[in-house]
Nanobody
């Protein structure tokens, strides 16, 4: 049974860093794309970063230069390194598996519980 579990969130001050991890069980990630979404309080969920099965990455404009998505197929895990955190990065972060159709990423995995990131000013 597929399960994605995010971890690594926490409360940090503006300018600090966090590294989020996503462990996947029940599904091999090697031939899949992956993406991190986030949902700020009171707002809709948004796509933050994606990584193709070949390792090509893409980012939302708001996180370019600050966030890095990576994957370790041997560990069946996805990561999001975040630096220079801002209060507007406060959100619940979710990882997903999916596919690309052209340049568009489509998540097709179950949603995990997410991990809360809170950035104080």
């Amino acid at each position: 049974q597929e399960a994605l579990v995010e971890s690594g969130g926490g409360l940090v001050q503006a300018g600090e860093s966090l590294r989020l991890s996503c462990g996947v069980s029940g599904r091999e990630i090697t031939f899949l794309a992956a993406g991190w979404f986030r949902q700020p309080p009171g707002k809709t969920r948004e796509l933050v970063a994606t990584i193709s099965r070949s390792g090509r990455t893409n980012y939302a404009d708001s996180v370019i230069g600050r966030f890095i998505i990576s994957r370790d197929n041997a560990k069946n895990s996805i990561y999001l390194q975040m630096k220079g955190l801002k209060p507007e990065d406060t959100a619940v972060y979710y990882c997903t598996l999916g596919t690309f159709s052209g340049a568009t990423y489509y998540a097709n995995s179950k949603w995990g519980p997410g991990t809360q990131v809170t950035v104080s000013s």
